[in-house]
């Protein structure tokens, strides 16, 4: 268990950086950013870095009550080398596909040998969802790298009794606070009561408390921070949220209760189909740690069950577990167990299906869009789909790489079980890297792309720009949204109505349901009043509203792509 980092094995070192330099970090900058989370995030460290001001996080240069800003603060170092771009946005999460493996050999190596440590980390990499967040630009991988930390230092602390565990575990669990609030803590605590409890293990409370004095230490300066220069709204406004999370489906995040244990059976293949049995029985592998894992994988999928908002990346944190529990299986069947023909042909039959289905829609896409077109009623999607994306032709075979992945379980995967993995790794790294560069640029062009040209070809305009009728990040991000200045006259009618309408001198004085009556006293001053700028209304063209269609100052100057925007021009 014991931790020397002092010990370099340079072979995974260089194969992960080969792997993510070849295969992750040359794709992830040709397409834009997606609404909402990951042009949420990196418009909030845009906004730090152009306001210089590094301790609140904003959106709109106003403050953002959603998230604390440890992932902001990597995400502006970023910025600052690379500069704007996704690939900068992108880059913080890229460069975990070499840190995680390389973090997971280390530990599978001390807890059982280098041929396990190998196992673990090919194996999580080989993952569908894992590989695909490695390429994205949002929270969740740090913050779960952050509480994985944390339980594996508090099991280490269980196995040796030494205090520096304890410190490196609640050091861990205060910087996933940092990430992205108490949950993190939360998902700490209890998997590691539940293993006390269960294999009746008791902590001194001298370590108890310092296991809190630490996490208070890590994570308290900046909320205090806060507190001090802003008063208490931000802690009531981030609470809440919190807490809206769990009990009401924010933002129309509704799903079914079995939702999170589809999207990790699914999202998570090939591993969760090797760690499917041992996710509910021991597997006999005498590495106590398993045990841990198990607690863990069971404590998010019940947790992010239980809460009412479901998205696919809650349950992010589970791939970690699950993809130990299926390692434990792939070794035994390293060293001799046979590969059962149920998990055999399930893997391989599942696999191939997904490939067909993929290659089967994007054929359609490509070569039948009339067909497609003419099968849809509703009029919004068809005209998203008449935007022209001058398709190569070939790219419909892309998905034929899963299928050649999914045939290694039929053939070589017994015989040659660790250069099966590494192959699997490859086939999925280059799949993913092919639709990155050939599709995902397609279909990002249909679903955001005539809006997003818009917003580049306006960014060095003055102006005011708002979206109506739905909820969008990206015109700050690609419009270069700047701050207010005190003789904008945008910024003295904001001011003059939180006096006149409510009473207040700040918009955090306002709660949720007055800032929505402020942004509709907003939006009809930008209609109707005296401005000092060209003014823009964006909305989507699946949706009339009224307000916008009844203005006689308004004129339409693109309707394209599913959206249709509005402006009013200066007198």
């Given at each position: 268990?014991?931790?020397?980092?002092?010990?370099?094995?340079?072979?995974?070192?260089?194969?992960?950086?080969?792997?993510?330099?070849?295969?992750?970090?040359?794709?992830?900058?040709?397409?834009?950013?997606?609404?909402?989370?990951?042009?949420?995030?990196?418009?909030?460290?845009?906004?730090?870095?152009?306001?210089?001001?590094?301790?609140?996080?904003?959106?709109?240069?106003?403050?953002?009550?959603?998230?604390?800003?440890?992932?902001?603060?990597?995400?502006?170092?970023?910025?600052?080398?690379?500069?704007?771009?996704?690939?900068?946005?992108?880059?913080?999460?890229?460069?975990?596909?070499?840190?995680?493996?390389?973090?997971?050999?280390?530990?599978?190596?001390?807890?059982?040998?280098?041929t396990f440590g190998w196992i673990w980390s090919i194996t999580f990499l080989a993952g569908f969802l894992p590989n695909l967040y490695f390429r994205s630009g949002i929270i969740d991988p740090y913050f779960n790298l952050f509480i994985f930390l944390s339980?594996?230092?508090?099991?280490?602390?269980?196995?040796?009794?030494?205090?520096?565990?304890?410190?490196?575990?609640?050091?861990?669990?205060?910087?996933?606070?940092?990430?992205?609030?108490?949950?993190?803590?939360?998902?700490?605590?209890?998997?590691?009561?539940?293993?006390?409890?269960?294999?009746?293990?008791?902590?001194?409370?001298?370590?108890?408390?310092?296991?809190?004095?630490?996490?208070?230490?890590?994570?308290?300066?900046w909320y205090f921070f806060e507190l001090l220069n802003k008063g208490p709204w931000f802690l009531v406004e981030f609470l809440q949220y919190q807490i809206e999370l769990f009990s009401h489906p924010v933002a129309g995040h509704k799903q079914p209760i079995y939702y999170h244990f589809l999207v990790v059976l699914f999202g998570c293949i090939p591993f969760s189909f090797f760690a499917f049995r041992n996710s509910f029985i021991d597997s006999g592998s005498g590495i106590a740690f398993e045990r841990m894992m198990r607690i863990v994988l069971w404590v998010i999928l019940i947790l992010f069950t239980i809460v009412s908002t479901k998205i696919v990346h809650y349950s992010s944190m589970a791939y970690l577990p699950l993809s130990f529990l299926a390692s434990i299986e792939i070794y035994k069947l390293y060293i001799g167990k046979s590969f059962h023909w149920v998990l055999k042909y399930s893997l391989s039959f599942t696999g191939i299906l997904i490939g067909l289905i993929l290659m089967v829609a994007f054929y359609v896409l490509i070569h039948q869009k009339e067909f497609l077109i003419n099968s849809i009623n509703d009029l919004y999607i068809q005209k998203l789909l008449n935007i022209e994306l001058n398709w190569i032709g070939w790219e419909w075979i892309i998905p034929s790489l899963f299928i050649l992945g999914s045939i290694i379980w039929l053939t070589i995967f017994e015989s040659k079980i660790l250069?099966?993995?590494?192959?699997?790794?490859?086939?999925?790294?280059?799949?993913?890297?092919?639709?990155?560069?050939?599709?995902?640029?397609?279909?990002?062009?249909?679903?955001?792309?005539?809006?997003?040209?818009?917003?580049?070809?306006?960014?060095?305009?003055?102006?005011?720009?708002?979206?109506?009728?739905?909820?969008?990040?990206?015109?700050?991000?690609?419009?270069?949204?700047?701050?207010?200045?005190?003789?904008?006259?945008?910024?003295?009618?904001?001011?003059?109505?939180?006096?006149?309408r409510f009473n207040k001198s700040s918009l955090n004085d306002l709660n949720r349901k007055e800032k929505t009556t402020f942004n509709s006293y907003v939006l009809s001053w930008l209609i109707n009043g005296e401005l000092d700028k060209a003014a823009y209304f964006v909305v989507k063209n699946n949706k009339a509203i009224e307000q916008l269609e009844k203005a006689k100052n308004l004129k339409v100057v693109q309707d394209y792509g599913g959206y249709k925007i509005y402006k009013r021009e200066l007198k």
């Open positions: 268990i014991r931790m020397n980092f002092l010990k370099i094995n340079l072979k995974p070192i260089l194969f992960f950086s080969c792997y993510a330099c070849i295969l992750i970090f040359s794709t992830i900058g040709d397409f834009n950013l997606f609404d909402w989370d990951e042009i949420n995030f990196a418009e909030s460290s845009r906004e730090m870095l152009l306001s210089n001001n590094f301790s609140q996080v904003m959106i709109n240069f106003e403050p953002f009550h959603e998230k604390p800003p440890l992932f902001f603060w990597i995400q502006t170092i970023s910025f600052k080398i690379f500069g704007i771009t996704s690939f900068a946005a992108r880059f913080p999460n890229a460069l975990l596909s070499i840190i995680i493996p390389i973090i997971l050999f280390k530990i599978g190596t001390r807890l059982k040998n280098t339980i594996y230092f508090f099991f280490s602390y269980i196995q040796i009794k030494h205090s520096r565990y304890i410190f490196l575990s609640s050091f861990f669990a205060g910087l996933a606070i940092l990430c992205k609030g108490p949950v993190g803590l939360l998902i700490v605590l209890l998997s590691c009561f539940i293993y006390l409890l269960l294999y009746k293990i008791k902590v001194p409370f001298k370590h108890v408390l310092f296991f809190f004095v630490t996490v208070i230490l890590v994570s308290s300066p250069l099966s993995l590494v192959s699997y790794s490859l086939i999925i790294g280059l799949f993913f890297s092919l639709i990155s560069k050939f599709t995902i640029p397609k279909i990002e062009n249909i679903t955001q792309g005539s809006v997003i040209s818009f917003y580049k070809k306006i960014s060095k305009e003055k102006k005011y720009l708002t979206t109506v009728g739905y909820k969008s990040y990206a015109h700050y991000f690609y419009s270069e949204f700047e701050p207010l200045k005190s003789t904008d006259f945008l910024y003295i009618k904001k001011n003059e109505i939180l006096r006149n």
